[in-house]
């Protein structure tokens, strides 16, 4: 296991470069960086100036060089906007963000694992279609209007939850649910098909002739294999948990990397654009490397190798 | 597919048969019939084409006309709306109807522009991989891999924070970040094919590498192709609405539905049809995609209809 953990951390390695090649390319080929950070009025020597001090006039892969330098050590540069460092600047949304996605994948599973269960030993009844329908107009859905029709009905007419920001527990459930309906509604059907697999095998016949209680074999002998895919669904959905994430932070003004990101993409402030890519796309590959760990000890069948 | 590759693997490199195909397209549309969803994905997606191409006659309003006087005006049959602004405006005075009318041009354009893009870079770069295998195989499915390993998102954010927003902007690079599924998929059944009698007997007498893979390779994985672009559509739909939503998508003159919404989030308080119409128009077209998307799914390619019960 120890071979297994520092192999896949050395594959991070080729995918961090290829990020970079692809950030440095971007910012540095087709921007200017003088000119978004030099006020209008500046004379040519103050450009000259700039140029030589961010190093802008040496060849491209001696900058290349300089940039994966200062970003291994942290160093995006300063955010224009904000005049600060980049890296702590995105650090310290991160707990926001964390809030966010735990409590809509939390959600995500608690609505999903029951409906998908429930659909596939339910198989072409009229639940089974109900629950189908339901996951479908889930997908369709954009979550941005989901969000927004929500703060309508339960912000605006009820007055039940605040419209926008982070705060308790009242803060955090409209934007959880825009966010987790979506996710759940992707997991409902996988969790359904990987179940539907799961029924058709020998041993739960065997289980089912036995005599056993439908209930015990849907819940020991069913649910248990069918927790495997669960685990690779949720790495799966990492992804589009991010993106979620940044969506349903920008309809909530809710205070985390995405907003900070989205807003920094707007405003060109590329420093932080930067050190915001980086740090997401090292979580997303940690991400993979631990569902994996998960699906490992879940399946002893697997081996690492 | 499974037809047209039998007729060719008895006989000599055969093309996928012309009769066949016809017979299957009636089959399909028998099916499409008797399939529910099916049918209305069909109808949902036939309304929103003739819609798009019919916008200058549907529409009451040049979409991008604004009227002060006018702004924030209730849909026609609520209290203080007029006749003039079916859906009411918006807080330009921009008129609703109008907006969702020629925003449906653009969903259409981008969805099924940036489904082509990805499609064809997936299509040659799974072919090349599959075809000439070795280091070229290792080096596409490799950047294909670190690709996935990146929120498509993200990059697109990226791509658009440099270049800046705009349709073409927004087709390209939508494209060029979704064709992995498309590589894998096609490089998957083009390794297949590839073992199979009548490409190995086309190459055998002779035939270059560019006539096996357009004549013999490239109809058999049409299929697989057509199933893949349905989904993506869907969600090429909703990744523009989202980018365009965020203010890095579609810019004036072209009217998007996300652009729409994301006007619409602030009068929310005040006027909900501003942001409740083209939420719907988006959720409806998906829909209707998707149910298509299925559809087309189940008649072309039943192993999977098998998989998903």
Redo the contacts between chains.
């Keep these: 296991m120890g071979k297994y953990l520092v192999k896949s951390l050395l594959q991070m390695i080729p995918v961090l470069l290829l990020i970079s090649l692809i950030v440095f390319i971007l910012v540095r080929v087709t921007g200017d960086p003088v000119a978004l950070m030099l006020p209008e009025s500046a004379t040519e020597a103050d450009r000259a100036t700039l140029t030589r001090e961010l190093g802008l006039d040496l060849p491209l892969y001696q900058q290349y060089g300089i940039f994966l330098t200062n970003a291994i050590q942290g160093d995006f540069g300063t955010s224009f906007r904000y005049g600060e460092s980049a890296l702590p600047l995105v650090l310290e949304r991160l707990p926001a963000s964390f809030e966010l996605a735990f409590a809509a994948m939390a959600l995500a599973v608690v609505i999903a694992i029951p409906l998908g269960i429930w659909s596939a030993v339910k198989r072409n009844t009229f639940i089974d279609v109900f629950i189908s329908g339901i996951s479908v107009l889930g997908k369709a859905m954009p979550n941005f209007w989901m969000g927004i029709m929500l703060i309508l009905l339960f912000s605006v007419m009820l007055g039940w939850f605040p419209v926008s920001g982070r705060g308790g527990l009242t803060h955090l459930i409209l934007p959880a649910i825009t966010l987790g309906v979506s996710l759940a509604a992707q997991m409902t059907r996988l969790i359904r098909s990987n179940m539907l697999e799961i029924l058709n095998q020998d041993y739960i016949r065997t289980a089912r002739s036995k005599g056993i209680f439908e209930m015990f074999v849907i819940g020991k002998h069913a649910f248990r294999n069918g927790l495997i895919p669960v685990v690779t669904i949720m790495s799966l959905q990492f992804t589009s948990l991010i993106g979620g994430t940044l969506i349903t932070e920008t309809v909530f003004a809710w205070p985390g990397l995405g907003q900070l990101l989205v807003s920094a993409v707007n405003t060109h402030d590329m420093a932080i654009v930067q050190a915001a890519v980086f740090v997401i796309a090292i979580f997303v590959i940690l991400m993979n490397i631990l569902t994996d760990l998960v699906y490992r000890l879940l399946d002893p069948r697997i081996k690492y190798s | 597919m499974a037809t047209s590759t039998e007729s060719g693997a008895g006989t000599l490199p055969v093309p996928p048969n012309k009769r066949t195909e016809a017979r299957g397209l009636k089959k399909g549309l028998r099916q499409l019939l008797r399939s529910k969803t099916g049918t209305l994905g069909a109808v949902i997606v036939l309304i929103v084409c003739l819609i798009a191409i019919f916008a200058p006659l549907l529409a009451t309003h040049d979409p991008n006309a604004v009227a002060p006087i006018d702004r924030l005006k209730p849909p026609a049959w609520l209290e203080g709306g007029s006749g003039d602004y079916l859906l009411g405006t918006d807080n330009l005075g921009r008129d609703i109807w109008s907006r969702i009318v020629y925003g449906s041009q653009v969903s259409l354009i981008v969805g099924i522009g940036a489904v082509l893009v990805s499609g064809a870079i997936g299509a040659v770069l799974g072919v090349t991989a599959a075809y000439y295998g070795r280091w070229v195989d290792a080096v596409i499915m490799?950047?294909a891999?670190?690709l996935l390993?990146?929120?498509?998102?993200?990059?697109m954010?990226?791509?658009?924070?440099?270049?800046g927003p705009g349709m073409w902007t927004l087709i390209f690079v939508i494209g060029a970040t979704n064709w992995v599924s498309y590589a894998r998929v096609v490089r998957g059944e083009v390794l297949s094919l590839k073992e199979r009698d009548f490409v190995k007997s086309a190459r055998m007498i002779g035939a270059r590498s560019g006539r096996i893979i357009f004549r013999h390779i490239l109809p058999n994985v049409m299929s697989s192709f057509i199933v893949l672009s349905g989904m993506n559509v869907?969600t090429t739909i909703?990744m523009e609405?989202?980018l365009s939503?965020?203010?890095?998508g579609i810019t004036t003159p072209d009217v998007s539905w996300?652009g729409m919404?994301s006007d619409?989030?602030q009068y929310?308080?005040t006027s909900?049809w501003v942001?409740?119409f083209?939420?719907m128009a988006?959720?409806?077209t998906?829909?209707g995609v998707?149910?298509l998307g299925d559809w087309l799914r189940d008649v072309l390619d039943p192993r999977m209809k098998l998989?998903?019960?």
């Design positions: 490799r950047l891999d670190s390993a990146i929120p498509t998102i993200l990059l954010l990226v791509v658009l924070a440099v270049v869907a909703i609405a989202s939503f965020l203010g890095l996300g919404l619409g989030r929310v308080a909900w942001a409740t083209p939420g988006i959720t409806i998906v829909l998707i149910f998989k998903n019960g």
